[in-house]
């Protein structure tokens, strides 16, 4: 999971399965909102529980963007279709 916060992060979208989707969406809300507290020890904890790259992203860049909203900050879409392997629902999610 830490590996898709950080693509979702970096990307602001990924194309994955819905599953997928759906697991990772309350880990990088509840980062999102530990980034927007702007102090210290959120940086910190971000940094121990994101890559540093992804961590800084979100604490200098996508928090101040997202400082008015309470919550929401993803949105999951279905996308018409399935994977040929194992036929798994595809869904995009992205940042509002």
Known sequence: MKTLAHNLIMKGRI???EAKAKGIRPVVEKA???AKKNNLASLRLLLSRLTKDSANKLYYELAPKYKGRTSGYLRILKIGGQRKRDAAQ???IEFV
Do not use: P
Request: proline share 0%; net charge neutral; no cysteine.
């Open 90 to 92: 595809k869904a995009l």
């Open 32 to 34: 999102m909102t530990l």
């Open 15 to 17: 194309e994955t399965t």
